[in-house]
């Protein structure tokens, strides 16, 4: 691989590495939280045999017969669990099958353009580096968009409870008057409540489907209810007052974070823009960079360093709440 090509493999991983360090929220909102993940799966670790069942069979029934044998293998068991996560109305053969024609199709103009080998391979991967970022972000904005309905959901749910109707009509009643995703979610668990199944299992379906910190304190407020008895509206009304503590604080986080994110933008995208403006202004110049060894070396320097740099004020500026 000459030095050209080095320059360009390295200009793709770090594009790659650093739309995932800045595209991908702050304030700890994240798709698959580590402990949200624990705690559900201890959760579910205490339901009988026929309710893991149930589970199962409602995780399968809307599969085609070839998504049901990828899911056994991980890899495609989370793409799969992603795409629900997401929101996105395809299925698991669609996505890969489009994404496969598409890169493919980007590898052949490529290959017909006569671009080196590499670089057809780089551009085959990218499109689906493309499609796992624009996933994780469908991710990371809906479930930020669940939580910020939330509260409001909450609120629906102790009226209906102080009007003395089941928790049951509840559901029903957040499912047809609020918005997706929260509208369509708890609409979900209505119909599974309807359907016969417990109340224990079809909250944690849906804190399955939307797993969130916020989520998780709902459900157990409910579960805790359930189990133990007690005042599910006194319970609803101060967990929702929590959340809205929590989320004015993201808020707040990402309002006083925003200066750092933005920097991140122009220190990471500055370089690029000058080189731009060099080609145009001085064309000989700007060629050096990348035809004399030394000028790729230096340019590959600089980028590996701005993918760490992103990362590092990502880190910085993730903070969990």
């Not at 409910?222 to 808020?251: C, Y």
Request: glycine share 6%.
């Amino acid at each position: 691989m000459d030095d050209l090509g080095l320059f360009l493999v390295l200009l793709f991983f770090a594009v790659i590495f650093i739309s995932q360090a800045l595209l991908l929220p702050v304030a700890g909102q994240k798709a698959k939280h580590g402990e949200l993940a624990n705690r559900l799966k201890q959760a579910q670790q205490k339901l009988d045999e026929e309710s893991l069942s149930l589970l199962h069979e409602y995780y399968l029934k809307e599969m085609t017969p070839i998504e049901r044998q990828l899911v056994k293998m991980q890899p495609f068991e989370r793409l799969k669990k992603m795409l629900e996560l997401s929101g996105i109305s395809l299925s698991l053969t669609k996505l890969l099958g489009w994404t496969l024609v598409v890169s493919i199709v980007v590898g052949a103009i490529s290959f017909l353009l006569g671009q080196l080998w590499y670089i057809n391979i780089a551009l085959f991967v990218a499109v689906w580096g493309i499609v796992y970022l624009f996933i994780q972000k469908r991710i990371s904005n809906r479930l930020q968009k669940f939580e910020e309905q939330l509260p409001e959901g909450l609120d629906i749910i102790k009226r209906v409870l102080q009007a003395g109707q089941p928790i049951n009509q509840a559901f029903k009643e957040v499912g047809e008057e609020m918005p997706d995703p929260i509208g369509i979610e708890f609409k979900k668990t209505f119909n599974l409540l309807n359907f016969g199944y417990d109340m224990r299992l079809a909250i944690l379906q849906m804190v399955d489907r939307t797993p969130t910190i916020s989520m998780l304190a709902f459900s157990s407020a409910v579960i805790l209810q359930k189990e133990t008895g007690g005042n599910l509206t006194e319970n609803l009304d101060k967990v929702s007052k929590v959340l809205r503590a929590r989320f004015k604080l993201s808020r707040k986080i990402r309002t006083l974070s925003a200066e750092a994110r933005l920097s991140s933008w122009i220190l990471v995208l500055s370089p690029f823009a000058l080189y731009i403006l060099t080609m145009f202004i001085n064309p000989t110049h700007a060629e050096l960079l990348i035809s004399d060894p030394r000028g790729v070396t230096a340019v590959s320097a600089g980028i590996i360093s701005l993918a760490i740099g992103a990362l590092w004020i990502r880190k910085i500026i993730n903070i969990k709440v």
